[in-house]
């Protein structure tokens, strides 16, 4: 375990071999020397107050530091700091700090950091709600985004797995209960639902959820799901309005396929006939076959033709 010590100045005293192993330094090179000319620049002055601190309080202590290595570079060590009695030659306490070199722990944590802000920005513009549950509480682990889309009070971040199920159209219930039972038993991993939901204000959604076991216990048993769901009611209504026009359109071209090739106008009473020989009024005909009430009229040159003397309106 790498260690230095130092005297009441500060001036490095000793350092071991796993010292220099780990930093590069050799004992020739920082025996003498000031501690803080070890440390990483920017930590000194913060360093230096905390060294200080445990040496007046005169009890075992542990630091974070980061040490400069001798080829420019930092390490990050754990030191316990101790205060030892003075050896000869010395003119008072020794400092002895022992460490524990957690450069890789520090840096997967820098890494893991980085990778929740990026999964929080991701989460964010996704536009998706996120939830974990656990089997331990039966309860839901739920993002702000999952809270809205189910109209749940802003700031919820749990929910049973009960609650969520209360809020379930009853039809889709059963699908998903399979669905569960499934997982649970093992015949499956994941599942992906569309159903529709009742939020607590009445209003209606329909969702999308998917989600995959992430741990399973000895027995086989999900301990952990993770999921994400999407709200999809707009969709689902363009959907249903893509049906209504479709469906009128079939209705209109079967009306439209109903009409009969070549029709027959009959030259004294204009009565039509197809191609049947089946005779009826214009009116009864076009009703039949095209959907259309028919109303009657007069067009203006009938007008004047048959009622040459009426004087139109406004002369």
């Known amino acids: 375990m790498p260690a230095l010590a130092w005297a009441g100045g500060h001036g490095i005293r000793a350092v071991n071999r796993a010292f220099e192993q780990a930093t590069g330094w050799t004992a020739s090179r920082v025996v003498g020397r000031p501690l803080r000319e070890l440390l990483a620049p920017r930590d000194r002055s913060a360093t ?12 075992p202590a542990a ?17 316990s700091l101790d205060r030892v009695r003075g050896t000869a030659g010395s003119r008072g306490p020794v400092t002895v700090a022992q460490g524990l070199d957690v450069t890789d722990l520090k840096l997967a944590g820098e890494a ?25 509480t039966g309860c839901v682990t739920i993002t702000p985004r999952y809270c809205e889309i189910h109209g749940l009070p802003a700031g919820t971040t749990r929910i049973s797995v009960g609650e969520v199920m209360a809020l379930v159209d009853r ?11 499934a997982i649970e038993s093992g015949e499956r991993d994941a599942h992906a639902w569309e159903y529709r939901i009742r939020r607590p204000d009445g209003t209606a959604r329909w969702i999308q959820s998917r989600g995959r076991v992430v741990g399973r216990d000895r027995r086989g048993r999900p301990v952990r799901i993770s999921g994400a769901l999407t709200d999809i009611t707009e969709r689902k209504e363009a959907e249903d309005e893509l049906r209504r026009l479709v469906a ?32 009826e009024e214009v009116e009864t005909f076009v ?14 040159d009938c007008a004047s033709r048959l009622f040459p003397t009426r004087r139109p309106r406004g002369a």
Do not use: N
Request: proline share 3%; with cysteine.
């Open 48 to 59: 230096m107050r905390e060294v200080r601190r445990a040496e007046d309080r005169g009890a």
């Open 63 to 79: 630091l974070e530091v980061r040490i400069r290595t001798s080829e420019g570079g930092t390490r990050w060590f754990r030191w």
């Open 112 to 136: 893991l950091r980085r990778s929740e802000r990026h999964l929080a920005r991701a989460v964010e513009v996704s536009g998706d709600g996120f939830g974990e549950f656990e089997a331990s």
């Open 171 to 181: 039809a889709y219930v059963p699908t998903i209960l399979a669905d569960m039972a």
């Open 248 to 279: 009128e359109l079939r209705s209109s071209l079967e009306r439209v396929k109903t009409f009969p090739g070549e029709v027959t106008f009959c030259s004294g009473c204009r009565k039509v006939g197809d191609a049947r020989a089946r005779w």
């Open 287 to 300: 009703e039949r076959h095209v959907g259309s009430r028919v109303a009657h009229g007069i067009c203006p």
